[in-house]
T-cell receptor, first 116, second 113 residues
Framework: SAVISQKPSRDICQRGTSLTIQCQVD?????MFWYRQQPGQSLTLIAT?????????ESGFVIDKFPISRPNLTFSTLTVSNMSPEDSSIYLC?????????????FGNGTRLTVT | AQSVTQLGSHVSVSEGALVLLRCNYS??????LFWYVQYPNQGLQLLLK??????LVKGINGFEAEFKKSETSFHLTKPSAHMSDAAEYFC???????????FGKGTMLLVSP
């Protein structure tokens, strides 16, 4: 399966700043997603990163807070804007090689973000 | 909307004992079901999946799970726990036609010597 590289692996940021997380895949993939895993919680889908168009956001997530880019079929970025301590989470890039609902998602190692 | 319930946020077993992690789902259509494992400071790794066919599916590291439609369950088992199995396990159900997954809250498996 495709290899997913996510960076940074972790960061400590100050309140009010922004952080951009990068996700690079070693092959072209149909679909890319961004998930959030809050401490002690499960994974929550933030958005689907669409190649060449605006991302599709889930309820509770907005583009101003989590702008996403996907310039091609192998790369995407997620920005966490105007951060607050509540944004401290693990952010995970995931891919679906086929885009079909019976196809598993594969995940990067995540970015562990702490906001002080 | 689909949902996944994992009973028990923590499960403790002794090395060599049976591992049973419970997962129940709700879905209005036949689901696709997945189990993932997350080791400390790592992303999620696919353990096994059920899509169609045989309801008992085998995965990596000796794990298996059985899809029981009548019980809306997809419990994960392993006959004999190893210390290296200590990790967090997530059950997930696929959202039809969207390619995304809905995850349970996870179960931390603790293995003692």
């Amino acid at each position: 399966s495709a290899v997913i590289s996510q960076k940074p692996s972790r960061d400590i940021c100050q309140r009010g700043t922004s952080l951009t997380i990068q996700c690079q895949v070693d092959s072209q993939v149909t679909m890319m997603f961004w998930y959030r895993q809050q401490p002690g919680q499960s994974l929550t889908l933030i958005a689907t990163a669409n190649q060449g168009s605006e991302a599709t956001y889930e309820s509770g997530f907005v583009i101003d807070k989590f702008p996403i880019s996907r310039p091609n079929l192998t790369f995407s970025t997620l920005t966490v804007s105007n951060m607050s301590p509540e944004d401290s989470s693990i952010y995970l890039c995931s891919i679906s090689e086929t885009g079909l609902s019976n196809s598993p998602l594969h995940f990067g190692n995540g970015t562990r973000l702490t906001v002080t | 909307a689909q949902s996944v319930t994992q009973l028990g946020s923590h499960v403790s077993v002794s090395e060599g004992a049976l591992v049973l992690l419970r997962c129940n789902y709700s879905s209005s259509v036949p689901p696709y079901l997945f189990w993932y494992v997350q080791y400390p400071n790592q992303g999620l790794q696919l353990l096994l999946k059920y899509t169609t066919g045989a309801t008992l599916v085998k995965g990596i590291n000796g794990f298996e799970a059985e899809f029981k439609k009548s019980e809306t369950s997809f419990h994960l088992t392993k006959p004999s726990a190893h210390m290296s199995d200590a990790a967090e396990y997530f059950c997930a159900v696929s959202e039809a036609d969207l390619g995304t997954l809905t995850f349970g809250k996870g179960t931390m498996l603790l293995v003692s010597p």
